[in-house]
């Protein structure tokens, strides 16, 4: 039969074992959550390295500027870096795609004037490796980026889309199949002058846009060139979109 020495001594023992798993505790944890994996420290990675990654993104835009005019006729300017050129029109943009799966469907519509237009992005396709099939996340583009043309400052792409639109003007076809580039990308205009501070001489590597905003882009241009204008596209149809509201799938 257990004695009271026995007994005092069974408790000391458990509340030993009871302090030793609370002090282990933390360093199992922290082997297990919260230690490097051999080197890979904390590079930027990609998203296909997160296990929990849906591919599904749900943004939508406003504050829409129009750069130019639908009504422009050659020579006009299209990217007008120096934001003399911009006009503000009602509008918005929702973007629905999956960016493993390459698809979804990018809507702007706009009103300028008494004309209402509406871009239907549904097609995506690469032309380069860095496009990822048509849909990209996490990536640099333009400027010295080495990703695409070096018409716009390098920015970070949030997300990014390349392939095919059709445009349309009072619910009639206006541009059928036309090349489209999407890009939910930094604030690339000073908020205060609207001037795109490129191309500039840079003392520093990041680039010319400002990590600190954010917009959406979208581009629409034609085949056709036209070295009369800039870009020298015989179409350049070119919006921004200042607020970027993330959402939920619907």
């Known amino acids: ?4 020495w026995d007994r005092m001594a069974a408790k000391l023992l458990s509340l030993s074992l009871v302090s030793l798993c609370v002090l282990y505790l933390p360093a199992l944890a ?3 959550f919260g230690t490097p994996k051999e080197d890979e420290g904390t590079r930027i990675f990609k998203a296909t390295e ?19 005019s639908m009504q422009d006729r050659a020579p006009w300017d299209h990217l007008d870096y120096a934001g003399k050129r911009l006009t503000p ?8 795609v999956n960016e493993l799966t390459n698809s979804g469907q990018v ?3 706009f009103v300028e004037g008494g004309d209402r237009y509406r871009i239907v992005f549904d097609r995506f396709a690469a032309k380069a490796p860095f496009q990822d099939g048509g849909i990209a996340t996490r990536i ?3 400027g010295d980026s080495g990703n695409g043309d070096p ?18 003007k009072n619910q009639e076809v206006l541009h059928k199949d036309y090349d489209a580039h999407f890009m939910v990308m930094e604030r690339s205009r000073d908020p205060r002058t609207h001037e795109a501070r490129y191309p500039v001489k840079r003392t520093l590597p990041g680039g010319e846009t400002d990590p600190a905003g954010m917009e959406i882009d979208l581009w629409v241009r034609s085949k056709e060139q036209n070295t009369n204008n800039f870009p020298p596209f015989e179409t350049f149809v070119h919006l921004c979109w200042d607020e970027v509201t993330w959402r939920s799938a619907r």
Request: zero cysteines.
């Open 107 to 109: 809507v702007a519509e």
């Open 1 to 4: 039969m257990p004695t009271g």
């Open 30 to 32: 922290i082997e297990q």
């Open 151 to 168: 018409l716009y400052p390098k920015t970070w792409l949030y997300l990014g889309g390349w392939g095919v639109a059709t445009m349309f």
């Open 140 to 142: 640099y583009e333009h």
């Open 50 to 68: 997160h296990q929990h990654y849906s591919g599904q993104f749900h943004l939508s835009g406003q504050r829409t500027t129009l750069i130019g």
């Open 89 to 96: 029109v009602q509008g918005t943009i929702d973007i629905e």
